[in-house]
């Protein structure tokens, strides 16, 4: 199995996600708190032959063009962390770029982890050669929406989910303008 390098931020660490961190994914992706705003109020309903098959998915193209961690803080799961390398992203395009996710447990929410965790993350890429990061949150999703503009995201374009008809918004960071604002966040 393809290892994800294992990155340590200030408080949380990301360590490289295998089959015994699958129960973990599952109740994340089950919940319907976490998974509000990404078009699944019940949770994704994802079972464990669901969850294997997802982790061999992964397991094709980890390490070629996207990674995908196990959010930890003070040695327990508490969040998925992923990026995929992309020329274009709802409609955005940027040479270099990377898609980037990051869910948490809704007990884990407001104590600064997502912030310290996307930094990490982020830090991580550009010291890989990426050049932009992009997002597309639900313009709902007020708790992502601050997380990414306070760590300098900004907004693009803005589209209709067509699954849920929800509207996003494309955000997105360069390298410069991410380090110019670290000191700041
Ligand atoms: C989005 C998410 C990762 C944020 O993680 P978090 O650990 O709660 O974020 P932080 O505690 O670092 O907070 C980041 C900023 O958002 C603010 N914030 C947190 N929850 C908020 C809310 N519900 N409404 C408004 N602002 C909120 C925080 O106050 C902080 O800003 P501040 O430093 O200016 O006070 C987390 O809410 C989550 O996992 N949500 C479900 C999955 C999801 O929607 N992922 C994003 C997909 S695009």
């Known amino acids: 199995m ?28 089950n919940d319907g708190e976490v998974m509000r705003h990404v078009g699944y109020p019940l949770g994704l309903g994802i079972d464990e032959k669901g969850a294997r098959e997802w982790l061999d998915r992964l397991e094709k193209d ?42 948490l447990k ?12 996307l930094r990490t993350l982020a ?14 949150p639900n313009l709902e999703n007020k708790a992502a929406l601050r997380l990414y503009e306070k760590l300098g995201f900004t907004a693009k374009l803005r589209f209709h989910a067509e699954e849920t008809g929800a509207m996003h918004a494309v955000l997105s960071i360069t390298e410069a303008r991410f380090k110019a604002r670290l000191h700041r966040t």
Request: overall charge negative; proline content about 5%.
């Open 62 to 103: 980890r390490g070629r063009d996207r990674e995908h961690w196990i959010v930890e803080a003070k040695g327990e799961p508490i969040g998925e962390a992923f990026y995929r390398r992309c020329d274009e992203y709802c409609g955005y395009r940027a040479p270099k770029m990377a898609e980037l996710d990051l869910k």
């Open 123 to 136: 830090t991580y890429l550009f010291a890989q050669g990426v050049e932009t990061l992009v997002v597309s």
């Open 2 to 29: 393809v290892q994800s390098p294992r990155l340590e931020g200030n408080r949380t660490t990301l360590r490289s996600t295998g089959p015994e961190d699958l129960t973990f994914l599952q109740t994340l992706w």
């Open 106 to 117: 809704p007990e884990f929410w407001g104590r600064g982890y997502g912030s310290d965790a």
